[in-house]
C-alpha cells in the first residue's frame, strides 16, 4: 500500500512555484498578486484565509486581505468585486465561503472575472474545464488530479466510482477523470444520495472518489482488493479526549481500507494540503497567461 502523501506533495508543488517566482523576480517582471475577500469573522473561514495569504507570502507572491464587515449589503460587495475586476495589479482573488445568509453567494461568484476567478467556481470556469480549455480548475478536483499524476497511480481505463456530486468536487473530479491525459481516461460512474446498492457499485470500483462528507462511511466489506481511495471528507467529530475536543475524520474507515488498498489518501494529510498549494497554482497561472 503506497500513501498518497498530500502533505508532501503540497510542499513539492508550493516549491517549484517558488523557485518559478524567484525566476520571474530575477527576470524583472512582477509577481502574482492574489487577493481574498473575507465577509465577517467566521472562526474556520479566518483559519483557511490566514493560511492561504502565508502561503502566498511563502512562495513570494503578493497578497492582499479584505475584511468586511458581516453586515455588509450585497450591493456594497458587488461594488467591491467591481473594483477588484478592474485592479490590474491582481492577479485573482478569491471571495471566501460561506458568506452571511443575506447575501446571494451565486450572484456574488457570477460577478467575478472569470479571468481573476482562480478558485475555478464561475460557470465560464467550469465551462471551459469540461470542453478541455485553459480554464481556473476548482482547486480540490486539481489537487486530486495532481496526486494521482504524481503518484502516477494507473487511471486508464479504469473503473472510477465518484461518491459525491457537488458543483465543486464531485461534478468536476468524474469530468476530469473521463477526459483524455495523464490522470484521465478512466470509465467514471458517479454516485450520490440517491444512489442505490452504492456497495455494488463501489466494490467494482478500480478508484474511489469519496466526496459524501459522512465520516468512516466507507468501509472494508465495499472495496475490492487492490482499490485506489481517494477520501475528500473532513468532518469534525467530537473527541474529548482531544485537547482541540474534536478530531478530524475522512469519509473513509482508514485503518480497514488501508489493509485493501494499492494507494490511499490518509485524512488529514491527503487531499486537504493540495487545495492551498492548488490555489498558488492557478494564481501562478493566471500571471502567465496574462489575462488581465
Ligand atoms: N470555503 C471553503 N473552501 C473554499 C474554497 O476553496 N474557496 C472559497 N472561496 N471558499 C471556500
Not at 494521482?148 to 494507473?154: A, I
Amino acid at each position: 500500500m503506497t500513501l498518497l502523501d498530500g502533505k508532501q506533495t503540497s510542499k513539492e508543488i508550493k516549491e517549484e512555484i517558488k523557485t518559478t517566482v524567484s525566476e520571474m523576480k530575477a527576470r524583472g517582471e512582477r509577481v502574482p498578486h492574489l487577493a481574498a475577500v473575507l465577509v465577517g469573522d467566521d472562526g474556520a473561514s479566518l483559519t483557511y484565509v490566514g493560511s492561504k495569504v502565508r502561503s502566498c507570502e511563502y512562495v513570494g507572491f503578493d497578497s492582499t486581505l479584505i475584511r468586511l464587515e458581516a453586515d455588509i449589503s450585497e450591493s456594497t460587495l458587488l461594488k467591491q468585486i467591481d473594483q477588484l475586476n478592474r485592479d490590474d495589479t491582481l492577479d485573482g482573488y478569491i471571495v471566501q465561503l460561506p458568506l452571511p445568509k443575506h447575501i446571494n453567494e451565486e450572484k456574488i461568484l457570477l460577478a467575478i472575472d472569470p479571468n481573476k476567478d482562480v478558485d475555478g467556481f464561475h460557470p465560464a470556469n467550469f465551462g471551459r474545464m469540461a470542453l478541455e480549455l485553459d480554464a481556473f480548475i476548482p482547486a480540490t478536483p486539481f489537487g486530486i488530479m495532481q496526486l494521482l499524476e504524481r503518484y502516477k497511480v494507473p487511471t486508464s481505463g479504469k473503473h472510477c466510482v465518484v461518491v459525491g456530486r457537488s458543483h465543486i468536487v464531485g461534478r468536476p473530479i468524474s469530468i476530469l477523470m473521463s477526459q483524455k491525459g495523464t490522470a484521465g481516461n478512466a470509465t467514471v460512474t458517479v454516485a450520490h444520495s440517491r444512489t442505490e446498492n452504492l456497495a455494488d457499485l463501489t466494490r467494482q470500483a478500480d478508484i474511489i472518489v469519496m466526496a459524501l462528507g459522512i465520516p468512516e462511511y466507507l468501509t472494508a466489506d465495499m472495496v475490492k482488493e487492490g482499490v485506489v481511495i481517494i477520501d475528500v471528507g473532513i468532518t469534525r467529530v467530537a473527541d474529548q479526549s482531544h485537547p482541540k475536543g474534536y478530531v478530524i475524520r475522512g469519509d473513509v474507515a482508514f485503518d480497514e481500507v488501508a489493509e485493501k488498498a494499492s494507494f490511499i489518501t490518509p485524512v488529514p494529510g491527503g487531499v486537504g494540503p493540495m487545495t492551498i498549494a492548488m490555489l498558488l497554482k492557478n494564481t501562478l497561472l493566471a500571471r502567465q497567461w496574462n489575462l488581465t
